[in-house]
């Protein structure tokens, strides 16, 4: 069935996807989410695309998890019903995804924006975890994922007050690798995606989740996996060519696994 809540083209080697119910600014619901792990979950298998770009409207990347549809439900059907949990498809995506951010990333916008492997902002973007006013806490894994990127000191501040932080703010802190002009956003994200899309993928899968395991194990333990999958890529075609084309002094051309 075709998605209606979100839009999906292929950009080249990039995949995109757009969150579009931009009269509610996004917010994301049950059904918006299981489009969103669908579309992630396509890409992923497709071997003609090399990174994926998520991204929101102009004036709202997501204001959160849906605070309509959240509204009646109560403890212990939450408990029993885990409506975060189909969230982490986006955790399951092996290719890298970039979050292209422009306006409102609030609660599970922030959140649904810090679990995709980084983020560019536009000027306008604004960030926040402001569950705390509505008698919640972060829920996707903003109180873990805000406090590794950006400190305790900023993360308590946030997600205390509930206050926001704009994309210049974002970038000092970390949270964010680039901040653009509004309207080149799009062309950077996807432009970041499409270098990605040139490289070795078994390199591009490995170096994603080398990052990512700096965030879930000890150090000694980071650095053995890190060296496994290092010594792990000489038995790839990546890195036959790559080397191949530096020492032959040509661009390097990829095969696709
Ligand atoms: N859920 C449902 N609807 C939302 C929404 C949300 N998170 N955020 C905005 N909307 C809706 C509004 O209800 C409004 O709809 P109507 O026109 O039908 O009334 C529409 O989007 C436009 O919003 P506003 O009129 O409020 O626009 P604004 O420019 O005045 O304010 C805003 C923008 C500051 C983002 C404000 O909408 C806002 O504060 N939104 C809620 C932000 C929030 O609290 N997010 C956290 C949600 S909880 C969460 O995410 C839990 C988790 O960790 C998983």
């Known amino acids: 069935m075709a998605p209606e809540m979100i839009v999906v083209e292929r950009h080249g080697a990039v995949g995109l996807i757009r969150l579009n119910r931009p009269k509610a600014l996004n917010a994301l619901c049950d059904a918006m989410m299981a489009e969103l792990a669908e ?14 770009v998520l991204t929101g409207s102009e004036r709202a990347f997501a204001a959160g998890a849906d605070i ?33 951010v422009a306006g409102f990333a609030l609660g599970g916008g922030c959140e649904l924006a810090m679990m995709c492997d980084t983020i560019v902002a536009a000027e306008t973007a604004k960030f926040g975890q402001p569950e705390i006013n509505l008698g919640i806490i972060p829920g996707a894994g903003g109180s873990q994922r805000l406090a590794r990127a950006v400190g305790k000191a900023v993360a308590m501040d946030m997600i205390l007050t509930g206050r926001n932080m704009d994309a ?31 490289l070795s993928p078994a390199a591009v899968a490995m170096a ?13 333990e980071g650095v053995r996996l890190e060296r496994t ?11 036959r060519e790559g080397m191949a084309a ?12």
């Open 229 to 239: 999958m290092f010594l792990s890529l000489f038995g790839t075609a990546g890195q």
């Open 68 to 100: 309509r549809e959240m509204q009646d439900r109560r403890f212990p059907d939450t408990a029993l019903a885990d409506f975060i949990a189909p969230w982490e498809a986006v955790l399951t995506v092996r290719k890298p995804v970039i979050a292209a």
């Open 168 to 198: 210049a703010e974002a970038l000092r802190a970390g949270l964010v690798s680039r901040v653009v002009p509004a309207e080149r956003l799009l062309e950077e994200a996807l432009a970041m995606g499409a270098k990605i899309a040139e």
């Open 39 to 52: 579309a992630l979950r396509d890409f992923d298998r497709d071997p003609e695309v090399g990174a994926v």
């Open 208 to 220: 994603k989740a080398a990052v990512n395991a700096a965030f879930e194990t000890t150090l000694r």
């Open 246 to 257: 530096f020492v032959e002094k040509r661009p390097a051309r990829f095969p696709d696994a």
